[in-house]
Protein backbone atom coordinates (compact mmCIF):
# COMPACT_ATOMS: atom_id res chain seq x y z
CA UNK A 1 0.00 0.00 0.00
CA UNK A 2 3.24 2.29 0.80
CA UNK A 3 4.02 1.69 -2.98
CA UNK A 4 0.67 2.72 -4.37
CA UNK A 5 0.24 5.77 -1.78
CA UNK A 6 3.61 7.06 -3.07
CA UNK A 7 2.90 6.52 -6.99
CA UNK A 8 -1.16 7.49 -6.85
CA UNK A 9 -0.05 10.68 -4.69
CA UNK A 10 -2.75 13.03 -6.79
CA UNK A 11 -5.68 10.89 -5.34
CA UNK A 12 -4.15 12.75 -1.53
CA UNK A 13 -5.78 16.11 -3.24
CA UNK A 14 -9.66 14.63 -3.15
CA UNK A 15 -12.11 16.74 -2.93
CA UNK A 16 -15.46 16.51 -3.59
CA UNK A 17 -17.88 19.69 -5.04
CA UNK A 18 -20.29 17.51 -6.99
CA UNK A 19 -17.80 14.51 -7.39
CA UNK A 20 -18.74 11.05 -5.73
CA UNK A 21 -15.06 10.10 -4.85
CA UNK A 22 -13.41 13.70 -5.06
CA UNK A 23 -12.45 13.64 -8.56
CA UNK A 24 -12.84 17.59 -8.55
CA UNK A 25 -10.16 18.60 -6.67
CA UNK A 26 -7.69 15.65 -8.41
CA UNK A 27 -8.70 17.16 -11.42
CA UNK A 28 -8.04 21.12 -9.80
CA UNK A 29 -4.56 19.58 -9.28
CA UNK A 30 -4.01 18.03 -12.19
CA UNK A 31 -5.29 21.46 -14.29
CA UNK A 32 -2.78 23.63 -12.42
CA UNK A 33 0.15 21.17 -12.92
CA UNK A 34 -0.47 21.64 -16.50
CA UNK A 35 -0.96 25.38 -16.40
CA UNK A 36 -4.83 24.94 -17.62
CA UNK A 37 -6.94 27.30 -15.74
CA UNK A 38 -10.44 27.43 -18.32
CA UNK A 39 -11.10 25.46 -21.50
CA UNK A 40 -13.79 23.00 -22.70
CA UNK A 41 -15.01 19.82 -21.25
CA UNK A 42 -17.19 16.48 -22.44
CA UNK A 43 -18.81 14.46 -20.35
CA UNK A 44 -20.35 10.82 -21.13
CA UNK A 45 -23.01 9.83 -19.21
CA UNK A 46 -23.53 13.79 -17.65
CA UNK A 47 -26.48 11.84 -16.30
CA UNK A 48 -28.66 14.99 -15.15
CA UNK A 49 -24.92 17.53 -14.86
CA UNK A 50 -24.84 17.49 -10.99
CA UNK A 51 -25.28 14.22 -9.12
CA UNK A 52 -21.61 12.44 -8.80
CA UNK A 53 -20.57 15.02 -11.77
CA UNK A 54 -16.87 15.69 -12.40
CA UNK A 55 -17.55 18.90 -14.37
CA UNK A 56 -20.10 20.76 -12.43
CA UNK A 57 -17.62 23.03 -10.44
CA UNK A 58 -15.86 23.53 -13.84
CA UNK A 59 -19.00 24.85 -15.31
CA UNK A 60 -21.20 26.63 -13.04
CA UNK A 61 -17.99 28.00 -10.92
CA UNK A 62 -15.11 28.48 -13.33
CA UNK A 63 -16.66 29.18 -16.42
CA UNK A 64 -15.95 26.22 -18.68
CA UNK A 65 -17.75 25.20 -21.73
CA UNK A 66 -19.10 21.95 -22.07
CA UNK A 67 -20.75 19.20 -24.17
CA UNK A 68 -22.75 16.93 -22.30
CA UNK A 69 -24.25 13.75 -23.49
CA UNK A 70 -26.96 11.75 -21.70
CA UNK A 71 -29.09 8.43 -23.57
CA UNK A 72 -31.26 8.36 -20.89
CA UNK A 73 -34.78 10.53 -21.69
CA UNK A 74 -35.71 11.54 -17.55
CA UNK A 75 -32.37 12.26 -16.45
CA UNK A 76 -31.61 14.22 -19.89
CA UNK A 77 -34.68 16.21 -18.90
CA UNK A 78 -33.25 17.02 -15.71
CA UNK A 79 -29.84 17.83 -17.19
CA UNK A 80 -31.15 20.53 -19.47
CA UNK A 81 -32.78 22.21 -16.43
CA UNK A 82 -29.15 22.36 -14.65
CA UNK A 83 -27.82 23.74 -17.73
CA UNK A 84 -30.24 26.85 -18.04
CA UNK A 85 -28.57 30.03 -18.48
CA UNK A 86 -25.45 29.06 -19.02
CA UNK A 87 -23.72 29.56 -22.52
CA UNK A 88 -21.61 27.17 -24.71
CA UNK A 89 -23.32 24.34 -23.27
CA UNK A 90 -23.94 22.06 -25.62
CA UNK A 91 -26.66 18.90 -24.51
CA UNK A 92 -27.32 15.88 -26.48
CA UNK A 93 -29.47 13.51 -25.74
CA UNK A 94 -27.89 10.20 -27.38
CA UNK A 95 -26.10 6.85 -26.97
CA UNK A 96 -22.59 7.07 -28.22
CA UNK A 97 -21.81 4.39 -30.32
CA UNK A 98 -17.98 3.46 -31.88
CA UNK A 99 -18.68 4.59 -35.41
CA UNK A 100 -21.64 6.06 -37.77
CA UNK A 101 -23.71 9.44 -36.76
CA UNK A 102 -23.93 8.48 -32.92
CA UNK A 103 -19.82 8.07 -32.46
CA UNK A 104 -17.90 10.50 -30.06
CA UNK A 105 -16.17 12.12 -33.33
CA UNK A 106 -19.29 12.64 -34.95
CA UNK A 107 -21.67 14.01 -31.92
CA UNK A 108 -18.25 16.55 -31.12
CA UNK A 109 -17.84 17.49 -34.80
CA UNK A 110 -21.78 18.91 -34.28
CA UNK A 111 -20.06 21.20 -31.85
CA UNK A 112 -17.67 24.31 -31.68
CA UNK A 113 -15.21 22.37 -29.49
CA UNK A 114 -11.48 22.66 -30.61
CA UNK A 115 -9.65 19.40 -31.28
CA UNK A 116 -7.29 19.52 -28.40
CA UNK A 117 -10.16 20.50 -25.52
CA UNK A 118 -9.03 20.05 -22.23
CA UNK A 119 -10.99 17.39 -20.48
CA UNK A 120 -12.71 14.17 -21.54
CA UNK A 121 -14.31 12.48 -18.82
CA UNK A 122 -16.40 8.95 -19.67
CA UNK A 123 -18.74 7.39 -17.76
CA UNK A 124 -21.43 5.14 -19.20
CA UNK A 125 -20.59 1.92 -17.13
CA UNK A 126 -19.22 -0.56 -19.86
CA UNK A 127 -17.92 0.43 -23.32
CA UNK A 128 -16.15 2.88 -21.90
CA UNK A 129 -12.72 1.63 -23.25
CA UNK A 130 -14.59 1.07 -27.00
CA UNK A 131 -15.69 4.19 -27.23
CA UNK A 132 -12.23 5.83 -25.90
CA UNK A 133 -10.47 4.12 -28.90
CA UNK A 134 -12.67 5.10 -31.31
CA UNK A 135 -12.02 8.24 -30.89
CA UNK A 136 -9.69 9.80 -33.86
CA UNK A 137 -9.72 13.08 -34.34
CA UNK A 138 -9.85 14.57 -30.70
CA UNK A 139 -7.27 14.67 -28.18
CA UNK A 140 -8.35 15.86 -24.86
CA UNK A 141 -5.43 17.10 -22.69
CA UNK A 142 -6.90 15.73 -19.75
CA UNK A 143 -9.01 11.73 -19.86
CA UNK A 144 -11.02 10.49 -16.84
CA UNK A 145 -12.51 7.34 -17.37
CA UNK A 146 -14.25 4.59 -15.88
CA UNK A 147 -12.84 1.24 -15.05
CA UNK A 148 -13.91 -1.54 -13.22
CA UNK A 149 -12.66 -1.14 -9.76
CA UNK A 150 -13.40 -4.41 -8.83
CA UNK A 151 -10.40 -6.57 -10.95
CA UNK A 152 -7.06 -6.76 -10.09
CA UNK A 153 -4.56 -4.16 -11.31
CA UNK A 154 -2.81 -7.17 -13.20
CA UNK A 155 -5.93 -8.38 -15.02
CA UNK A 156 -6.24 -6.82 -19.02
CA UNK A 157 -9.65 -7.61 -19.41
CA UNK A 158 -11.49 -5.88 -21.82
CA UNK A 159 -15.14 -7.32 -23.38
CA UNK A 160 -17.46 -5.79 -25.83
CA UNK A 161 -21.00 -5.47 -24.42
CA UNK A 162 -22.69 -7.95 -26.53
CA UNK A 163 -26.26 -7.75 -25.31
CA UNK A 164 -25.14 -10.66 -22.74
CA UNK A 165 -22.63 -9.19 -20.74
CA UNK A 166 -22.29 -4.83 -19.70
CA UNK A 167 -19.04 -4.72 -18.29
CA UNK A 168 -16.84 -2.11 -17.95
CA UNK A 169 -12.49 -3.11 -19.00
CA UNK A 170 -9.61 -3.21 -16.22
CA UNK A 171 -7.69 -0.54 -15.11
CA UNK A 172 -4.58 -2.74 -16.93
CA UNK A 173 -6.44 -2.92 -20.33
CA UNK A 174 -7.32 1.15 -20.25
CA UNK A 175 -3.24 1.72 -19.55
CA UNK A 176 -2.37 -0.01 -22.36
CA UNK A 177 -5.03 1.65 -24.44
CA UNK A 178 -4.15 5.18 -23.60
CA UNK A 179 -0.02 4.02 -24.30
CA UNK A 180 -1.58 3.44 -27.94
CA UNK A 181 -2.84 6.34 -28.12
CA UNK A 182 0.31 8.42 -26.21
CA UNK A 183 -1.24 9.02 -22.72
CA UNK A 184 0.10 8.27 -18.85
CA UNK A 185 -1.66 7.19 -15.80
CA UNK A 186 -1.05 9.96 -13.81
CA UNK A 187 -4.11 9.08 -10.73
CA UNK A 188 -6.78 6.61 -9.91
CA UNK A 189 -9.87 8.04 -7.70
CA UNK A 190 -12.62 5.95 -7.25
CA UNK A 191 -13.74 3.82 -10.23
CA UNK A 192 -12.25 6.28 -12.46
CA UNK A 193 -8.65 6.79 -14.23
CA UNK A 194 -6.75 9.65 -15.22
CA UNK A 195 -4.33 10.40 -18.00
CA UNK A 196 -2.39 13.14 -19.73
CA UNK A 197 -0.73 12.91 -22.96
CA UNK A 198 2.93 12.01 -23.12
CA UNK A 199 4.08 15.14 -22.85
CA UNK A 200 2.54 16.40 -20.03
CA UNK A 201 3.76 13.15 -18.13
CA UNK A 202 7.25 14.21 -16.81
CA UNK A 203 5.80 17.63 -15.09
CA UNK A 204 3.60 14.76 -12.28
CA UNK A 205 7.13 13.15 -11.09
CA UNK A 206 5.44 9.75 -10.49
CA UNK A 207 8.19 7.17 -10.61
CA UNK A 208 5.59 3.70 -11.55
CA UNK A 209 2.59 3.95 -13.01
CA UNK A 210 2.16 0.76 -13.51
CA UNK A 211 -1.67 -0.25 -12.67
CA UNK A 212 -0.16 -2.87 -9.73
CA UNK A 213 1.96 0.78 -8.47
CA UNK A 214 -0.78 2.45 -8.26
CA UNK A 215 -4.30 0.38 -7.56
CA UNK A 216 -5.45 -2.17 -5.84
CA UNK A 217 -8.55 -3.70 -6.36
CA UNK A 218 -11.87 -2.74 -4.11
CA UNK A 219 -12.99 -6.85 -3.59
CA UNK A 220 -10.83 -9.60 -4.67
CA UNK A 221 -12.26 -13.01 -5.24
CA UNK A 222 -10.98 -15.90 -5.86
CA UNK A 223 -12.24 -19.19 -7.04
CA UNK A 224 -10.22 -22.78 -6.38
CA UNK A 225 -11.59 -26.24 -6.75
CA UNK A 226 -11.27 -29.69 -4.94
CA UNK A 227 -9.61 -32.61 -6.31
CA UNK A 228 -12.96 -34.11 -6.66
CA UNK A 229 -14.07 -31.04 -9.10
CA UNK A 230 -15.89 -29.07 -6.45
CA UNK A 231 -16.02 -25.45 -7.02
CA UNK A 232 -15.21 -22.93 -3.92
CA UNK A 233 -14.97 -18.86 -3.53
CA UNK A 234 -12.86 -16.84 -1.68
CA UNK A 235 -12.56 -13.64 -1.15
CA UNK A 236 -15.61 -11.43 -1.34
CA UNK A 237 -19.31 -13.30 -2.40
CA UNK A 238 -21.41 -10.46 -2.33
CA UNK A 239 -23.16 -9.16 -5.45
CA UNK A 240 -21.52 -5.36 -5.41
CA UNK A 241 -24.82 -4.37 -7.83
CA UNK A 242 -27.48 -6.69 -6.66
CA UNK A 243 -29.57 -6.49 -3.22
CA UNK A 244 -32.55 -8.64 -1.82
CA UNK A 245 -34.90 -7.63 0.90
CA UNK A 246 -34.70 -10.65 3.74
CA UNK A 247 -37.44 -12.55 5.78
CA UNK A 248 -36.83 -9.64 8.38
CA UNK A 249 -37.26 -6.54 5.98
CA UNK A 250 -33.68 -5.60 5.51
CA UNK A 251 -32.04 -5.20 2.23
CA UNK A 252 -28.58 -6.86 1.85
CA UNK A 253 -26.31 -7.95 -0.70
CA UNK A 254 -27.38 -10.91 -2.69
CA UNK A 255 -24.25 -13.26 -0.93
CA UNK A 256 -22.67 -16.24 -3.58
CA UNK A 257 -23.00 -19.66 -1.79
CA UNK A 258 -20.15 -22.28 -3.07
CA UNK A 259 -23.52 -24.34 -4.66
CA UNK A 260 -24.46 -21.43 -6.72
CA UNK A 261 -20.86 -21.57 -8.88
CA UNK A 262 -20.80 -25.83 -10.02
CA UNK A 263 -19.25 -26.30 -13.23
CA UNK A 264 -20.33 -30.25 -12.61
CA UNK A 265 -23.59 -31.88 -10.70
CA UNK A 266 -22.75 -33.41 -7.84
CA UNK A 267 -22.88 -37.21 -9.09
CA UNK A 268 -19.84 -36.16 -11.26
CA UNK A 269 -18.07 -34.77 -8.84
CA UNK A 270 -15.83 -38.05 -8.00
CA UNK A 271 -12.28 -38.06 -6.48
CA UNK A 272 -9.61 -40.62 -8.11
CA UNK A 273 -5.79 -40.59 -6.56
CA UNK A 274 -3.45 -38.82 -8.96
CA UNK A 275 -1.51 -42.28 -9.49
CA UNK A 276 -4.47 -44.25 -10.65
CA UNK A 277 -5.12 -42.78 -13.91
CA UNK A 278 -3.60 -40.78 -16.93
CA UNK A 279 -3.81 -36.92 -17.00
CA UNK A 280 -2.45 -35.32 -19.98
CA UNK A 281 -2.92 -32.09 -18.73
CA UNK A 282 -1.35 -32.47 -15.22
CA UNK A 283 1.08 -34.67 -17.01
CA UNK A 284 2.15 -31.19 -18.80
CA UNK A 285 1.83 -28.79 -15.65
CA UNK A 286 4.05 -31.20 -13.97
CA UNK A 287 6.81 -30.41 -15.30
CA UNK A 288 5.52 -26.37 -15.43
CA UNK A 289 7.38 -23.70 -13.76
CA UNK A 290 9.09 -20.34 -15.19
CA UNK A 291 12.24 -19.46 -12.88
CA UNK A 292 12.10 -15.98 -13.86
CA UNK A 293 8.60 -15.66 -12.18
CA UNK A 294 9.94 -17.97 -9.00
CA UNK A 295 13.23 -15.96 -8.05
CA UNK A 296 12.85 -16.82 -4.19
CA UNK A 297 12.51 -20.82 -5.27
CA UNK A 298 16.32 -21.50 -6.30
CA UNK A 299 16.30 -25.04 -5.74
CA UNK A 300 13.61 -25.10 -8.92
CA UNK A 301 16.77 -25.17 -10.94
CA UNK A 302 18.11 -29.07 -9.42
CA UNK A 303 14.38 -30.54 -10.78
CA UNK A 304 15.37 -33.86 -12.26
CA UNK A 305 12.90 -36.78 -11.78
CA UNK A 306 14.06 -40.71 -11.31
CA UNK A 307 10.04 -41.85 -10.21
CA UNK A 308 9.27 -38.45 -8.83
CA UNK A 309 6.33 -36.37 -10.72
CA UNK A 310 7.64 -32.84 -11.14
CA UNK A 311 12.03 -32.92 -10.76
CA UNK A 312 11.22 -33.43 -6.75
CA UNK A 313 14.04 -36.09 -6.92
CA UNK A 314 16.05 -33.55 -7.97
CA UNK A 315 15.54 -31.04 -5.48
CA UNK A 316 16.04 -33.54 -2.90
CA UNK A 317 18.98 -34.60 -3.76
CA UNK A 318 20.74 -31.23 -3.87
CA UNK A 319 19.28 -30.08 -0.50
CA UNK A 320 20.75 -33.35 1.40
CA UNK A 321 23.90 -32.13 -0.82
CA UNK A 322 23.81 -29.34 1.24
CA UNK A 323 22.32 -29.85 4.77
CA UNK A 324 23.49 -33.72 5.11
CA UNK A 325 21.80 -36.46 6.55
CA UNK A 326 21.59 -37.80 9.96
CA UNK A 327 20.21 -41.45 9.42
CA UNK A 328 18.80 -41.38 6.08
CA UNK A 329 15.54 -42.47 7.04
CA UNK A 330 12.42 -41.66 5.39
CA UNK A 331 8.40 -41.95 5.70
CA UNK A 332 5.88 -41.66 3.06
CA UNK A 333 2.29 -41.59 3.27
CA UNK A 334 0.43 -41.96 0.16
CA UNK A 335 3.30 -44.42 -0.73
CA UNK A 336 1.04 -46.14 -3.98
CA UNK A 337 2.64 -48.87 -5.88
CA UNK A 338 6.17 -47.29 -4.24
CA UNK A 339 7.51 -46.61 -7.98
CA UNK A 340 4.36 -44.18 -9.92
CA UNK A 341 5.16 -40.62 -8.49
CA UNK A 342 7.11 -42.10 -5.69
CA UNK A 343 9.31 -39.40 -3.49
CA UNK A 344 10.80 -41.70 -2.12
CA UNK A 345 12.06 -44.75 -4.74
CA UNK A 346 15.64 -43.13 -5.60
CA UNK A 347 16.38 -42.63 -1.93
CA UNK A 348 15.17 -45.93 -0.86
CA UNK A 349 16.67 -47.76 -4.20
CA UNK A 350 19.43 -45.85 -5.38
CA UNK A 351 20.74 -44.49 -2.19
CA UNK A 352 20.22 -47.07 0.49
CA UNK A 353 18.05 -45.27 2.45
CA UNK A 354 15.56 -47.19 5.00
CA UNK A 355 11.99 -46.07 5.98
CA UNK A 356 8.41 -46.73 6.24
CA UNK A 357 6.30 -46.31 3.36
CA UNK A 358 2.58 -46.11 4.13
CA UNK A 359 -0.59 -46.87 1.51
CA UNK A 360 -4.18 -47.55 2.43
CA UNK A 361 -5.20 -48.61 -1.14
CA UNK A 362 -5.69 -52.58 -1.49
CA UNK A 363 -4.76 -53.18 -4.82
CA UNK A 364 -1.80 -50.21 -4.59
CA UNK A 365 -0.38 -52.24 -1.42
CA UNK A 366 -0.38 -55.50 -3.34
CA UNK A 367 1.83 -53.63 -5.81
CA UNK A 368 3.66 -52.15 -2.99
CA UNK A 369 4.53 -55.31 -1.16
CA UNK A 370 5.54 -57.22 -4.32
CA UNK A 371 8.34 -54.60 -5.23
CA UNK A 372 9.73 -54.82 -1.33
CA UNK A 373 9.51 -58.21 -0.48
CA UNK A 374 12.19 -59.37 1.38
CA UNK A 375 13.77 -55.90 2.25
CA UNK A 376 15.05 -55.39 5.57
CA UNK A 377 15.32 -51.74 5.08
CA UNK A 378 11.74 -50.88 4.50
CA UNK A 379 9.04 -51.32 6.67
CA UNK A 380 5.39 -51.13 4.89
CA UNK A 381 2.00 -50.35 6.51
CA UNK A 382 -1.38 -50.56 5.05
CA UNK A 383 -3.60 -47.88 6.75
CA UNK A 384 -5.63 -44.82 6.28
CA UNK A 385 -3.55 -42.30 8.42
CA UNK A 386 -6.20 -39.68 10.25
CA UNK A 387 -4.83 -37.72 13.27
CA UNK A 388 -6.01 -40.11 15.63
CA UNK A 389 -5.12 -43.31 17.40
CA UNK A 390 -5.05 -45.81 16.28
CA UNK A 391 -3.85 -44.88 13.00
CA UNK A 392 -2.56 -41.51 13.68
CA UNK A 393 0.87 -41.08 12.35
CA UNK A 394 2.65 -40.76 15.30
CA UNK A 395 0.61 -43.94 16.66
CA UNK A 396 2.01 -46.02 13.12
CA UNK A 397 5.71 -44.60 13.51
CA UNK A 398 6.34 -45.76 17.44
CA UNK A 399 6.53 -49.18 17.41
CA UNK A 400 8.57 -48.87 13.80
CA UNK A 401 12.34 -48.43 13.79
CA UNK A 402 12.02 -44.74 13.00
CA UNK A 403 14.14 -42.30 14.74
CA UNK A 404 12.73 -39.33 16.56
CA UNK A 405 14.66 -37.26 14.60
CA UNK A 406 14.61 -38.31 10.91
CA UNK A 407 15.68 -36.86 7.74
CA UNK A 408 12.86 -37.07 5.64
CA UNK A 409 8.58 -37.46 5.36
CA UNK A 410 6.78 -36.83 2.15
CA UNK A 411 2.83 -36.62 2.90
CA UNK A 412 0.83 -36.95 -0.26
CA UNK A 413 -2.97 -37.76 0.31
CA UNK A 414 -4.29 -35.53 -1.83
CA UNK A 415 -6.74 -34.47 1.34
CA UNK A 416 -5.59 -33.90 4.49
CA UNK A 417 -2.44 -34.00 4.03
CA UNK A 418 -2.33 -30.63 6.26
CA UNK A 419 -3.73 -31.84 9.87
CA UNK A 420 -1.86 -35.04 9.48
CA UNK A 421 1.30 -33.14 9.45
CA UNK A 422 -0.55 -30.92 12.04
CA UNK A 423 -1.12 -33.42 14.08
CA UNK A 424 2.31 -35.30 14.22
CA UNK A 425 3.91 -34.43 17.41
CA UNK A 426 6.72 -37.06 18.66
CA UNK A 427 8.58 -37.32 15.45
CA UNK A 428 10.57 -34.30 13.87
CA UNK A 429 12.01 -34.72 10.84
CA UNK A 430 14.47 -32.62 9.25
CA UNK A 431 12.67 -31.84 5.90
CA UNK A 432 8.74 -32.53 5.08
CA UNK A 433 7.57 -32.71 1.30
CA UNK A 434 3.41 -32.45 1.22
CA UNK A 435 1.23 -32.02 -1.24
CA UNK A 436 -0.45 -28.47 -1.82
CA UNK A 437 -3.43 -27.37 -4.39
CA UNK A 438 -2.30 -25.46 -6.49
CA UNK A 439 -5.74 -24.01 -8.07
CA UNK A 440 -5.64 -21.88 -4.78
CA UNK A 441 -4.16 -18.77 -5.21
CA UNK A 442 -1.37 -17.81 -3.01
CA UNK A 443 -3.19 -14.69 -0.85
CA UNK A 444 -5.57 -17.71 0.33
CA UNK A 445 -5.17 -19.76 3.45
CA UNK A 446 -7.12 -22.33 3.23
CA UNK A 447 -6.82 -26.07 4.66
CA UNK A 448 -9.99 -28.71 4.44
CA UNK A 449 -11.38 -29.55 7.84
CA UNK A 450 -9.93 -32.84 9.51
CA UNK A 451 -11.46 -35.53 8.07
CA UNK A 452 -9.83 -38.39 5.31
CA UNK A 453 -13.18 -38.69 3.22
CA UNK A 454 -12.95 -35.28 2.23
CA UNK A 455 -10.25 -34.26 -0.91
CA UNK A 456 -9.90 -30.52 -0.97
CA UNK A 457 -6.28 -30.33 0.41
CA UNK A 458 -4.33 -26.93 1.94
CA UNK A 459 -3.38 -24.02 0.12
CA UNK A 460 0.50 -22.93 -0.17
CA UNK A 461 0.28 -20.37 2.17
CA UNK A 462 -1.54 -22.19 4.76
CA UNK A 463 1.17 -25.00 5.21
CA UNK A 464 3.79 -21.87 5.49
CA UNK A 465 2.41 -20.77 8.18
CA UNK A 466 1.47 -24.48 9.87
CA UNK A 467 5.36 -25.27 8.95
CA UNK A 468 6.47 -21.84 10.62
CA UNK A 469 4.60 -22.49 13.81
CA UNK A 470 6.21 -25.81 13.50
CA UNK A 471 10.06 -24.13 13.10
CA UNK A 472 10.61 -24.92 9.37
CA UNK A 473 11.44 -22.78 6.33
CA UNK A 474 10.19 -22.88 2.37
CA UNK A 475 13.23 -24.39 0.75
CA UNK A 476 11.52 -24.93 -2.60
CA UNK A 477 8.11 -25.30 -4.75
CA UNK A 478 7.72 -27.64 -7.64
CA UNK A 479 4.34 -27.61 -9.46
CA UNK A 480 2.01 -28.92 -6.14
CA UNK A 481 4.46 -30.36 -3.82
CA UNK A 482 6.26 -27.94 -0.45
CA UNK A 483 9.60 -28.79 0.82
CA UNK A 484 10.26 -27.79 4.22
CA UNK A 485 13.38 -27.95 6.25
CA UNK A 486 13.64 -27.68 9.48
CA UNK A 487 14.96 -24.19 11.03
CA UNK A 488 18.19 -25.38 12.62
CA UNK A 489 19.37 -27.37 9.14
CA UNK A 490 17.88 -24.32 6.96
CA UNK A 491 20.67 -21.80 6.77
CA UNK A 492 23.05 -24.36 5.39
CA UNK A 493 20.78 -23.93 1.98
CA UNK A 494 22.63 -20.69 1.53
CA UNK A 495 19.29 -19.27 0.71
CA UNK A 496 17.02 -16.64 2.57
CA UNK A 497 13.58 -17.13 3.40
CA UNK A 498 10.94 -15.45 0.52
CA UNK A 499 8.19 -14.00 0.31
CA UNK A 500 5.33 -16.55 -1.16
CA UNK A 501 5.15 -14.67 -4.07
CA UNK A 502 8.75 -14.81 -5.01
CA UNK A 503 9.02 -18.56 -4.34
CA UNK A 504 5.29 -19.97 -6.27
CA UNK A 505 3.25 -18.31 -9.13
CA UNK A 506 0.13 -20.54 -8.88
CA UNK A 507 -0.51 -21.29 -13.16
CA UNK A 508 -3.61 -23.04 -11.64
CA UNK A 509 -5.42 -20.69 -9.80
CA UNK A 510 -8.65 -18.61 -11.33
CA UNK A 511 -9.72 -14.99 -10.73
CA UNK A 512 -13.52 -14.17 -10.79
CA UNK A 513 -14.65 -10.86 -11.16
CA UNK A 514 -18.56 -9.17 -11.43
CA UNK A 515 -19.47 -6.71 -14.32
CA UNK A 516 -22.13 -4.18 -13.07
CA UNK A 517 -24.88 -6.32 -15.00
CA UNK A 518 -23.98 -9.12 -12.06
CA UNK A 519 -22.38 -11.29 -14.58
CA UNK A 520 -19.26 -13.41 -13.57
CA UNK A 521 -15.99 -13.23 -15.62
CA UNK A 522 -13.24 -15.73 -15.21
CA UNK A 523 -9.36 -15.50 -16.07
CA UNK A 524 -6.99 -18.23 -15.38
CA UNK A 525 -7.43 -21.55 -15.51
CA UNK A 526 -10.65 -22.68 -17.03
CA UNK A 527 -10.27 -26.15 -16.37
CA UNK A 528 -11.09 -28.79 -13.28
CA UNK A 529 -7.81 -30.21 -13.61
CA UNK A 530 -8.41 -33.38 -12.22
CA UNK A 531 -11.02 -34.56 -14.26
CA UNK A 532 -9.56 -32.60 -17.44
CA UNK A 533 -12.73 -31.04 -18.39
CA UNK A 534 -12.76 -27.18 -19.28
CA UNK A 535 -15.28 -24.95 -18.11
CA UNK A 536 -16.76 -21.46 -18.89
CA UNK A 537 -17.91 -18.62 -17.27
CA UNK A 538 -21.10 -19.49 -18.13
CA UNK A 539 -21.25 -22.60 -16.02
CA UNK A 540 -20.49 -20.04 -13.15
CA UNK A 541 -23.25 -17.83 -12.97
CA UNK A 542 -25.28 -17.52 -10.14
CA UNK A 543 -27.66 -15.15 -11.61
CA UNK A 544 -30.01 -16.46 -14.60
CA UNK A 545 -29.85 -13.95 -17.58
CA UNK A 546 -33.26 -12.07 -17.13
CA UNK A 547 -31.85 -11.24 -13.71
CA UNK A 548 -28.66 -10.19 -14.31
CA UNK A 549 -29.49 -6.08 -15.81
CA UNK A 550 -27.85 -2.35 -15.55
CA UNK A 551 -28.67 -1.24 -12.10
CA UNK A 552 -29.05 2.19 -13.34
CA UNK A 553 -32.37 1.95 -15.23
CA UNK A 554 -34.94 3.81 -13.02
CA UNK A 555 -33.51 7.52 -13.71
CA UNK A 556 -32.46 7.41 -9.39
CA UNK A 557 -28.85 7.10 -9.46
CA UNK A 558 -27.12 5.09 -6.80
CA UNK A 559 -30.51 4.12 -5.72
CA UNK A 560 -30.75 0.09 -3.73
CA UNK A 561 -33.64 -1.85 -4.86
CA UNK A 562 -34.18 -5.65 -4.10
CA UNK A 563 -34.42 -7.55 -7.47
CA UNK A 564 -37.30 -8.95 -6.29
CA UNK A 565 -39.37 -7.38 -3.77
CA UNK A 566 -38.88 -3.95 -4.65
CA UNK A 567 -42.46 -2.61 -3.81
CA UNK A 568 -42.82 -3.15 -0.33
CA UNK A 569 -46.29 -3.03 1.09
CA UNK A 570 -46.48 -1.65 4.65
CA UNK A 571 -49.67 -2.13 7.32
CA UNK A 572 -50.62 1.17 6.97
CA UNK A 573 -50.89 1.74 3.64
CA UNK A 574 -54.17 2.15 2.29
CA UNK A 575 -55.79 -1.70 0.67
Known sequence: MREIEKNNYLAKYAKAVTSQDGEDGVLAEIFTRMGLTHGWCVEFGAWDGKLHSNTWDLIHNKQWKAVYIEPVSEVFRRLEQNCQGLSDIHCFNQLVEIDGINSLD???GRTPIP????????????????????????????????????????INFAKWNDGQVKASASLKAVCELGKTKGYELVCTIGPNAVFVPLEYFPRFEIEDNRPEAMFRALLDTK?????????????????????????????????????DIQALPRALRVFRPRMSYQNDFLEQQAAAGDSANQTGNILFAFRANVTSECGEDGILRRIFELIGTDNKYCVEVGAYDGRTFSNTWSLLNEQTWSGVLIEKNDEAFKALTARYAGSPLVQLVQAEVTTTPPVSLDAILTPSACPQRFDFLCVDVEGNDYSLWASLRQFRPRVVMIDFNPTISNEVIFAQQD???????????????????????????????????????????????????????????????????SYFSMMGCDRLIRHNYVFDENHLQPLAPNVRVLPFVTGNLGELRSTFFDRVRRPDDPA
Open 106 to 108: AIL
Open 115 to 154: PDFELLVIDIDGNDFYVWRSLERYRPKVVMIEFNPFIPAD
Open 223 to 259: LFQGYDGTLFLAGNRKIIWRHQIDRAGILEHVEVADD
Open 451 to 517: DPSINDGASLRALIQLAQFKGYELAAVTSWNAIFVDRESFPRLGQKTEEIDAVYAPVLETRVFQSID
